[in-house]
């Protein structure tokens, strides 16, 4: 077992390679070829257009300037100083209150780090146990942990004490935190200029009408029964095969931009080939060949297009209906319109980039049926994926490969290639397995059938959440698969689980602040540094962009993925948790943790990530429920810690606990979670109210005429759909975006 | 263990007894002078006022017409010629429903039945691995049933393939079943004619305003955020301590009827007492003394009543609001108001007489407070009853009522009544606490704050069914009280506890098959035979009774209790599905109870039992919900008795089963749910529409203005709030209320 000096050594080592990572960071960041990489998100406003600085040649990709290295770690103040209002319109409300999930774990480990080390640790030191036990290996951290206690010892009493003072500490940040998110989103809600999806409530399940098409269905029978309020609808069109076409016809067009650029430079016409990717097949002028290609695929895109838009089985059974006012939409989202509540399914239509096209005509009963499919799909994905890895791992030795590919027979039966191989391979099915995990839980999300791009993200965090928490989490302190341990738990009775995991929960206190090392601080480090999006860049750059839309595709920083960052936060909370009352040591690990990650995630999110929708934090009620899992796993661990210490009052002291925690949650839902859900009608009215008064004018339906058409009948690029405009109207950062672009892209694809 | 012999005996003696039952009964209700007990509800109804037969004085009291008793068992074909739409009118459709479980029950078991002794019982005759058994007493039930299969046998394959059929007929049924109640309270809803409750919402949790009162805040909010809607609202006051006056004003008025009455007859100035109950003090004029009693008490009232109207404190923060259309209260009921979910709680308002007027002012919350007290103490009264329990049995022995009461010494030490004490005695406390249970459940509904009488009936009965589950069926099978098996199932694994109790299964048959003639034949023919309310009817006539009113409330059958008789047949389903792949011997016993429990409760419904409210059927989420736990568990221990069976493939062959049971229960659920807690707009719409049609010059206001005022306030009697009228407005079957008893009440109390 790891003493604590070896535990400082590491983590001396891995402070080093996280500073060196900085420094790193802080020169590249300053080298204007980099700063596409660094900025994407100012670039993607449109405040930047090119490096800051400019001049000779040089200049232009290397920073010369001295001065501006000596204060390389000023990005941390910079990115702590924008307060959260601004921030709120700079970045999202999404990003903001992600951003403050790592300030949630600063608020609640600070105090517990304090109080743990001012009470727990000075007991368990003097406890004095592992000193008398001759012939056994102890390290200082077991010291400073519970098992220093001797068995049935008062001292417990303190641990017990200390769990209640941290479960309601907890209950305390939680509760103010829940309050205080739902007031941010009720007030961003509030603070939002005009959007069509304020105005517009999404149905589905349209039932078939045998005389009427789809549209009119709709419109006869919101006509009916919202007659007040009732403003217009958009069909939604099945319009997959269009989108290939208009995705390809934009290719064409960006080669021929491309060559045209070229041929404005060299004034020679340049020269393709007309076959894959202009690699083989005959030579051919490339403008010609293009423009050729332009026209011909524009011919079957129209066609397609008509076909589309009158055929109408290419209407699939939903609609999006928008209101005269908020207050009709707000009660349309939140009535049941027919006695069937199977057909005529309303709610809140998500915004219109949010959207996610491929789900929307799915019928109730396939819908559960393909819950069922993927619920009992993710039980074995999480208890059963290690049979198909081991599978694939014993194929894959040196054996293998000789007989599939014997031309690299030579190269592999040398020594030094061998050994590398033979080391790498074991693990390379299950590395790439976490490597793909996310798209496999996404996958599995978008064949439950959700409809906007935010939910489909809190969906696969769930799952997600559920694998580290029995696959890292249980795998670690329980070395073994997952299948292992569910036949483990199968067989024991329900109080032999946490007292079998709660006893090695000491144990694992090292290996758990070396994985904090490792993988937390490591891995904000990297975060920042941002190697692997730097170097495609730059790779992209030198040799696919072909023009300046190309180099933005480039430049594209994505968007923080919710789905796999925040149920790791979840997991260093949970470890956190689990180890306040156990071996507060890994407490402070925890903590810095969380700062750095607070100051990085700050940073990122001011300059680099650009969220692709905009769901008013509607993920809080997720977060809020994992955490309230986390405590109650800490606490029944606890409990089957210290039932084996030898105190039979400990079980009952403790039991409450988690009791209580259950209320917590319950009231906190109760209290909150509707602010998440639903849309207080009080709050339509007030807006209503607002612009009636300001806007009498306003002609409603010619701005919501458009707004929830399928991306390709825009005519603009599909990831962008045009209401993107809306949410950045931006008051307090300038944010002219450069729409000159997106109009230009507009005029020679429509 | 009993023979099959044994079990036709018990049988035979079980049928008779019940048919003798049934003979007395027979006899009994033609008596003329126990009409009242036996068809009290066309009384309350109004179409009777007296017995049939009148004639000679001998026949008023006793039938001497042979020729009645020859068809004595023709209330049977009476009870079920009644058709269905008849029976909502005259019942309700609470009650029709509420029978349509027995009939539930039928359809789900006869095939079962006719399947299990096709298939399961010919597979277990031949078993014969109970003959192979040298010196173990086996029974021919026990041949019958799953035990007489050898280990590792082939033919649990038959048992398991009957299961999954077993399973989806029971998904079958269950899923008609739920369509055909939706389908008839949607009917229901829409037939109905005006009622307050269709255009009122109960808000509660109306936040304090210093400078308004709750009226006058409730009325601006409402005026604000529903202004095309609102019509008007009713405040709630707190008038407990005045309903208190009402009460013992009307006690006396009953004695000053019965004394004038006396007066008229015998025209001698009746005497009485005027200390308790005109038992003790002096002997004073009883006319004079009424009269002068009701003067002085009426003064009082008034005084309270006008403090009660006035004092903004007797004002709870809760009201019931009205709006201009049914879509408009649909709407209001079914949306958040404020941005505070804690405050401005909006749902449907129960109709008038189902109002709880106590729980109407609990803020946010004290409720979820007192529902975790109460979460704990029901688990507190499950598992640890029988402490108590036990404690007052140690107390209540002979010894101890000698030296309670030494002047009984010489009455208990005779032999007989000391042996009969002896066998009475330890007992007694556990039947008192069972006769005593449905009370404490209900007062426990009660302290968690539900405002309908219907809803504290739903909840009582999942709180029975809960005690039900593990105290009569779990502790039937694993002989020892909830505690012990608490502590067992505590230290057991979770594939454990289905195997030991599966395992035991089989060999509780014949208790079970005992019990259901018992409890359930004899229940039933109790049932009918009412012979406690016919003993009281009488007691009361003789003794009690003054006045016509008084008659009244001696005849009251009171209502079908559902908190209680609804978990006790889903008992019975349960024992029917548990035993229907292991000893189908059972079934035929189920069968003849629901079919009997059918006929007997039709009559029962038609004429006695008068429902104090009508829920629209909304209790069937949860008769659906509890049938689906049923048939988990009944998977369950099939699971857990089949792994003990030497036959690996059975627990993944039957795995599957729970899964798509606990599947096709969200489906259920999401497909007819909303049918039961919602309104559909739609249907309010047409309603709506159909009423402006119909009655243009409907004044709503007037209509509605005085329906949900607290009964005190009406000046009619307590339990019936005038606005019962509307419920009885009866197109098929003649009933005339007698109003003109109510007016008179009316008119001297008011």
């Known amino acids: 077992m790891a003493s604590l000096q070896d535990i400082t050594v590491s983590a001396a080592i891995n402070l080093l390679s996280a500073f060196a990572f900085l420094v790193a960071f802080a020169i590249l960041r300053l080298q204007p070829i980099n700063d596409r990489v660094y900025f994407p998100k100012w670039y993607r406003k449109g405040i930047?257009?090119?490096?800051?600085?400019?001049?000779?040649?040089?200049?232009?990709?290397?920073?010369?300037?001295?001065?501006?290295?000596?204060?390389?770690?000023?990005?941390?103040?910079?990115?702590?100083?924008?307060?959260?209002?601004?921030?709120?319109?700079?970045?999202?409300?999404?990003s903001v209150v992600y951003i403050r999930i790592y300030l949630l774990g600063l608020k609640l480990f600070v105090p517990l780090a304090v109080l743990a080390f001012g009470v727990l640790v000075p007991v368990n030191w003097t406890g004095g146990t592992l000193e008398h036990i001759k012939n056994l290996t102890f390290s200082d951290i077991d010291k400073l942990s519970i098992s220093n206690v001797s068995e049935g010892s008062k001292r417990f009493w303190a641990h017990i004490t200390m769990s209640y003072v941290f479960t309601f500490w907890a209950f305390f940040v939680l509760y103010t935190e829940y309050r205080t998110v739902a007031a941010m989103r009720l007030r961003f809600l509030a603070s939002e200029s005009r959007r069509p999806d304020q105005f517009t409530v999404i149905v589905r399940n349209v039932p078939p009408d045998?005389?009427?098409?789809?549209?009119?269905?709709?419109?006869?029978?919101?006509?009916?029964?919202?007659?007040?309020?009732?403003?217009?609808?958009?069909?939604?069109?099945?319009?997959?095969?269009?989108?290939?076409?208009?995705?390809?016809?934009?290719?064409?067009?960006?080669?021929?931009?491309?060559?045209?650029?070229?041929?404005?430079?060299?004034?020679?016409?340049?020269?393709?080939?007309?076959?894959?990717c202009?690699?083989?097949?005959?030579?051919?002028?490339?403008?010609?060949?293009?423009?050729?290609?332009?026209?011909?695929?524009?011919?079957?895109?129209?066609?397609?297009?008509?076909?589309?838009?009158?055929?109408?089985?290419?209407?699939?059974?939903?609609?999006?209906?928008?209101?005269?006012?908020?207050?009709?939409?707000?009660?349309?989202?939140?009535?049941?319109?027919?006695?069937?509540?199977?057909?005529?399914?309303?709610?809140?239509?998500?915004?219109?980039?949010?959207?996610?096209?491929?789900?929307?005509?799915?019928?109730y009963f396939e819908l559960t049926v393909r819950r069922l499919l993927m619920a009992v799909g993710l039980f074995f994905l999480i208890f059963f994926f290690m049979i198909p890895i081991t599978f694939v791992q014993s194929l894959a030795n040196i054996e293998g490969i000789e007989k599939v590919f014997p031309f690299l027979k030579p190269l592999i039966e040398m020594e030094t290639i061998k050994s590398v191989i033979q080391g790498f391979l074991p693990g390379i099915a299950l590395k790439i397995f976490l490597i793909l995990l996310p798209t496999i839980l996404m996958a599995m999300s978008k064949i439950e059938g959700f409809t906007s791009l935010s939910s489909l993200d809190r969906r696969s965090a769930g799952k997600y959440h559920?694998?580290?928490?029995?696959?890292?989490?249980?795998?670690?302190?329980?070395?073994?698969?997952?299948?292992?341990?569910?036949?483990?738990?199968?067989d024991q009775s329900p109080t032999e689980i946490p007292k079998t995991i709660g006893v090695s929960i000491p144990m694992k206190a090292t290996f758990f602040i070396t994985y904090v090392m490792v993988d937390g601080w490591a891995g904000i480090a990297a975060e920042i540094l941002r190697l692997v999006p730097l170097i495609m860049f730059h790779l992209k750059n030198a040799f696919l962009v072909k023009t300046e839309q190309d180099r933005d595709q480039a430049m594209d920083p994505g968007c923080w993925d919710f789905a796999t960052s925040e149920p790791r936060i979840q997991f260093y909370i949970l470890l956190g948790l689990v180890y306040s009352a156990v071996t507060p040591v890994l407490l402070p690990f925890i903590i810095i943790f969380f700062a750095f990650s607070y100051v990085v995630s700050r940073h990122q999110v001011i300059n680099v990530y650009d969220q692709n929708y905009e769901s008013g934090a509607s993920f809080w009620p997720d977060v809020h429920r994992r955490l309230i899992i986390s405590i109650i796993i800490s606490q029944l661990l606890l409990i089957g810690l210290l039932s084996t210490k030898?105190?039979?009052?400990?079980?009952?002291?403790?039991?409450?606990?988690?009791?209580?925690?259950?209320?917590?949650?319950?009231?906190?839902?109760?209290?909150?979670?509707?602010?998440?859900?639903?849309?207080?009608?009080?709050?339509?009215?007030?807006?209503?109210?607002?612009?009636?008064?300001?806007?009498?004018?306003?002609?409603?339906?010619?701005?919501?005429?458009?707004?929830?058409?399928?991306?390709?009948?825009?005519?603009?690029?599909?990831?962008?759909?045009?209401?993107?405009?809306?949410?950045?109207?931006?008051?307090?950062?300038?944010?002219?975006?450069?729409?000159?672009?997106?109009?230009?892209?507009?005029?020679?694809?429509?």
């Open 466 to 490: 559920l694998f580290i928490l029995v696959n890292v989490f249980l795998g670690s302190i329980i070395t073994g698969t997952a299948l292992q341990q569910l036949k483990t738990f199968l």
């Open 278 to 363: 202009g690699l083989i097949g005959a030579t051919v002028d490339a403008l010609d060949y293009y423009s050729s290609e332009i026209e011909k695929l524009s011919e079957i895109e129209a066609a397609e297009r008509e076909k589309v838009m009158n055929d109408p089985k290419a209407v699939v059974p939903a609609a999006f209906v928008s209101f005269k006012s908020r207050w009709g939409a707000a009660v349309c989202a939140q009535t049941q319109l027919c006695r069937n509540p199977t057909i005529w399914l309303t709610e809140w239509a998500p915004q219109p980039r949010d959207v996610y096209w491929d789900n929307l005509a799915i019928p």
């Open 48 to 94: 930047r257009s090119s490096p800051r600085r400019s001049g000779a040649f040089v200049t232009k990709f290397v920073n010369l300037d001295w001065r501006t290295y000596i204060k390389f770690l000023n990005w941390m103040p910079a990115a702590l100083r924008m307060p959260e209002p601004e921030l709120i319109d700079h970045a999202g409300l999404d």
């Open 210 to 276: 045998p005389d009427e098409t789809v549209s009119e269905h709709v419109e006869h029978f919101f006509s009916v029964n919202h007659p007040d309020y009732y403003l217009t609808h958009q069909v939604v069109y099945n319009a997959n095969t269009l989108a290939k076409l208009v995705d390809k016809k934009k290719s064409l067009q960006n080669w021929y931009t491309y060559y045209s650029n070229k041929y404005e430079k060299t004034l020679q016409r340049p020269n393709t080939k007309s076959g894959f």
């Open 646 to 750: 030898q105190i039979k009052q400990s079980t009952i002291a403790l039991v409450p606990l988690p009791v209580l925690t259950f209320w917590f949650h319950r009231y906190c839902k109760g209290r909150f979670e509707s602010a998440f859900v639903r849309f207080p009608l009080q709050e339509a009215m007030i807006k209503d109210t607002l612009e009636r008064a300001t806007e009498p004018n306003l002609n409603l339906k010619a701005y919501i005429q458009d707004a929830y058409i399928h991306p390709v009948f825009k005519g603009t690029d599909l990831e962008r759909p045009q209401s993107v405009f809306e949410d950045e109207n931006n008051p307090l950062v300038p944010t002219k975006r450069n729409s000159k672009q997106n109009s230009e892209a507009g005029s020679t694809t429509g």
